[in-house]
């Protein structure tokens, strides 16, 4: 009988295929790994309760990626594609909704099962454009951006029929395992196509990530993010090698006490060599600035009384300035208040999280681009929410805190 490669065994060779396509696409990838890996060593070593929130292994060997579709029919692709790796979405995120509004709808693909993700918890953030916004794209544009999104094929369908197969047996065959792989992994590559200016720049006026969404007839990995355990200490190591970083790390400020949710940064979005057809029907060189190097560091996960504190936190001028104000200092404190979710309720062993913050992912987004234009004013009269985009997909949208919930009470 064939040697059988379960799920979970495939997403760790996808996530460990599409590290070694990115790395090779943006070589500062590299330099983010082994400074990722040097600031986790030193503070594993000078912080033993630090494998309360994953083992070093574990912790050093994490990924998330990030990709962007142009719309529901393709999300449903990647849904299905996800799938066969054992990831699942869960989470809906409105990033038109945050301070620096971006124009799509997002939800993140990972493994459910605590026993999942301490296989390989490889986690995929996915944004669908929202095209439908008036807020963002007049109705010819809308017009012309659905028909240019619906005109392309970014999956072999033969590539999606396998993973439904694959989805549905919970595993396949050694033999098919690495050409599956292979294939989904070469889905994300970065086209070497020619880009249509005009149609780019059009794009680019409503927004960078419009552009990137829409502007090509491809789509690709925008970040691949590694997680550390002291994002502090990789933001002034990064610097110190030269590399520039955001202004900012996203999400709650550095504390003395428990580290919640989750802060990230990255490095800034590098000029990348692109070809582009111009009007005359010429092709010329030029560069874009649309992948980044993001890194992230992870703490406990919120129950949503402690995320109520969480964002009444982060409304402040200065978060830091009034953060004790809203959360303790212990986890034991943390635990007996309701506030975060620990095993069993024992403050000794914290429930990581293992999602996103929609304000950081839209602070990053934007962060990184040179220009951006601001939603125009107006009523949203489109029908984006979590039960549209789960009809659409056909996948059920799983919410985190009951995902939590029940890891703390297993």
Partial sequence: MSERVETW???AQFAAGLSRMYGAEVPAYHTLVDVSSEVNRAYAEQHPEAARLGSLDRVTAERHGAIRVGNAAELAQVADLFAAFGMYPVGYYDLREAASPVPVVSTAFRPIDPEQLARNPFRVFTSMLASADVRFFSADLRSRVERFVSGRQLFDPSLIATARRIAADGGCPAEQADEFVAAAVSAFALSREPIDRAWYDELSAVSAVAADIAGVGTTHINHLTPRVLDIDALQRSMTARGIEMIDHIQGPPHTDGPQVLLRQTSFRALAEPRRFLLPDGTVT????????????????????????????AMAAPDPAAVWDRHFPGTDAELAASGLAYYHGGDPARPVVYEDFLPASAAGIFRSNLDTDTPAAEGADESDYSQQWMAGQIGHHIHDPYELYEKVACS
């Fill in 285 to 312: 060189d030029d560069t874009l600035r649309v992948r980044f190097g993001e890194v992230e560091q992870r703490g406990v996960a919120l129950t949503p009384a402690g995320r109520q504190r969480f964002d009444a």
């Fill in 9 to 11: 065994q495939l997403r």
